[in-house]
């Protein structure tokens, strides 16, 4: 084969890419429009935890009450409602430079925007990726862009409303009488969309780890026998962020995901058809 005959197999395949990212882009953007109407709706969800009022408080203030009831002695003398006791504080983000809320507004709508025409995305990776495969395989693009967005949507949904509440609750736990929070709104959703982005990945596991199975390329006791390192490589992702409350709320869906992908690989993995040996005459 000549030099010229490998190039241009090459350069076709970057023109297709080229094709479906160009209409990835485009989707977003468009996405990005729908999304830019209900973005301060978005902004004001993600700043609930401020308040310190979270799923947490109502958690304890449950058991707290059972303790009052059981042992109100005990409950008495170790003051365990006092931080029950302390009214809502008021907070609010700040912004430190021009234009810097309206650049936040664009990135909420960038990510939403996202997020809604991600059956888009995942139909224009099927489209680039079909060509090599079967016509039996091709036939799966519907289950797959079903369960890849609604994947990502679970763990970005997963993240919001139970691990965000809690990194929040953690930082705001610091305050002190010579100790404020003061958020700044870039930092702040910036933290928290990369989070969604993160956790919107880790729950893409299992549905990578069904299609290599579907297709081969890996299997359940290949996967079985790496946990110790989807164990160290949990910890060195988690290990990015700074603080440790964060690691831990990344490190453990990853791995969890990681096992969810091995059973995934042993219930819906490609079966070896069992080799028939002929008796002899």
Not at 187 to 203: H, K, M, S, V
Request: charged share 20%; glycine share 4%; net charge positive.
């Amino acid at each position: 084969m000549s030099s010229d005959e490998k190039v241009l197999p090459f350069l076709e395949h970057l023109a297709e890419l080229r094709k479906r990212l160009i209409v990835c882009v485009v989707a977003i953007i468009i996405g990005m429009g729908v999304a830019w109407n209900f973005s301060n709706d978005l902004l004001s969800f993600v700043e609930k935890p401020l308040t310190g009022k979270t799923y947490l408080t109502e958690m304890k203030k449950s058991l707290y009450g059972e303790l009052k009831k059981r042992y109100p002695d005990a409950y008495k003398r170790y003051k365990i409602g006092e931080e029950l006791a302390v009214p809502e504080k008021t907070r609010v983000l700040n912004y430190s430079a021009p234009l810097e809320p309206f650049f936040v507004q664009c990135k909420i709508s960038m990510l939403a925007g996202f997020v809604i025409v991600l059956p888009v995305i995942f139909h224009q990776f099927w489209l680039f990726v079909a060509p090599g495969m079967t016509r039996k395989e091709k036939r799966l693009v519907v289950p797959f862009v079903t369960a890849a967005s609604l994947s990502f949507c679970t763990g970005a949904l997963f993240f919001l409303i139970v691990i965000w509440p809690v990194i929040i609750n953690f930082s705001l736990s610091y305050e002190a009488a010579g100790l404020q929070s003061w958020f700044n709104i870039s930092a702040y959703i910036n933290f928290c969309l990369r989070l969604i982005l993160i956790f919107g990945g880790i729950f893409e596991l299992p549905i990578i780890s069904l299609l290599l199975a579907r297709f081969g390329i890996v299997n359940y006791r290949m996967l079985a026998a790496r946990r110790k390192y989807a164990l160290l490589a949990s910890s060195i992702i988690a290990a990015f962020h700074a603080d440790l409350i964060t690691m831990f709320v990344i490190m453990i869906p990853l791995y969890l995901m990681y096992e969810v992908s091995i059973w995934v690989a042993l219930v819906f993995g490609k079966k070896k058809k069992p080799v028939m040996v002929e008796a002899a005459e």
